[in-house]
């Protein structure tokens, strides 16, 4: 059993740290193969936090334990929120934008539930996945054309920026590419291996480990982006890039994860896990509005965030006690 734990805390560590590798050395090449700085940050940075929950998701789903694959994406998106955003709020309180009303929120709104309508007949059947997949690609494909409309896109200066600072040859750019990529495969794979291992020895589900310790292990990135994004005053960027993660978790995550395995799950899916995503999703309208025109997230807005994470987890492992 210390194996496995260990397994579980070095794939987690490995896979932050390829994950970080991955993103550099991608937007590298792209850039340096002409990709305009603005699809680099939306496709490759954008969605660069969410590797690991892919990468972990899809070995979960070849070694045939989809419950970890279901429970990371769905698990990723309640830690996001309640989480990520709560401890973000709690160090710097973080504005919402009025087009995250009208347009992001609405559409991971729309998305959870088509997720929660997938979810009737307890499974993610693999028509299912690519209907998911179908509806994810539409989504990139409608945001990277209203992103290259804009003639001025303050995305795209601070890309280019950020990737003159970090200036590399195309050959180191290749070299941390498959750096990153082998290390997300190997984490991956030890890190399944022993969230397994914990879960047969505690007479647990798969589901469960994926919701708790898979969860926000491979959440960690998104921390570290929002909480850096939050104190440069980027509200945007901390709010969208938890936005973006759940977009991707739902649609592209459980997608891969099913068309590689459907998934069969319990009815407690449904009516607990989608119910608290879903909650907590409905909850960002809330803060949006704003009370008294303050349109943020502040400090008490984290404390209620984090609690609600603490409840959730704490009711995960009352149920897992309760056996």
């Not at 700085?37 to 929950?53: A, H, Y």
């Not at 409608?142 to 003159?164: F, H, N, P, S």
Request: glycine content about 10%; some cysteine.
């Amino acid at each position: 059993m210390t194996l496995a734990f260990l397994a579980v805390l070095i794939g987690l560590a490995i896979l932050v740290w390829s994950a970080d590798r991955f993103v550099d050395g991608a937007a590298a090449v792209a850039r340096h193969y002409g990709m305009p700085p603005l699809l680099i940050g939306m496709v490759v940075i954008g969605f660069g936090t969410s590797v690991p929950e892919m990468v972990v998701s899809a070995f979960a789903a070849f070694q045939g334990n989809p419950g970890i694959a279901l429970g990371n994406a769905y698990g990723s998106n309640i830690t996001n929120i309640a989480l990520i955003l709560g401890v973000t709020a709690l160090i710097v309180p973080i504005a919402v934008d009025s087009q995250v009303i009208r347009k992001e929120l609405p559409i991971l709104c729309v998305v959870t539930a088509l997720a929660a309508a997938q979810l009737w007949d307890d499974q993610v059947s693999r028509l299912d996945a690519f209907v998911l997949l179908a509806v994810f690609s539409g989504l990139m494909a409608w945001t990277i054309r209203q992103g290259l409309r804009k003639r001025k896109d303050e995305m795209a200066r601070e890309v280019e920026e950020e990737l003159k600072a970090a200036e590399m040859t195309v050959g180191r750019a290749f070299f941390w590419l498959f750096v990153g990529l082998i290390g997300l495969m190997v984490s991956s794979r030890l890190l399944v291996w022993g969230a397994v291992e914990i879960a047969h020895h505690f007479g647990v589900s798969d589901l469960i480990i994926g919701l708790t310790v898979v969860a926000l292990g491979t959440s960690l990135p998104e921390l570290a982006s929002s909480v850096a994004a939050a104190r440069k005053g980027e509200d945007d960027l901390a709010l969208g890039n938890i936005l973006g993660s759940n977009l991707f978790n739902t649609l592209a995550v459980v997608g891969i994860a099913g068309s590689i395995h459907p998934i069969v799950v319990g009815p407690e899916v449904l009516s607990r896990d989608i119910v608290v995503m879903s909650v907590l999703t409905v909850s960002l309208f809330l803060f949006g509005y704003g009370i008294r025109g303050h349109a943020r997230i502040g400090r008490v807005g984290g404390v209620m965030l984090l609690l609600c994470y603490v409840g959730y987890t704490t009711y995960l492992l009352s149920t897992v006690l309760a056996r």
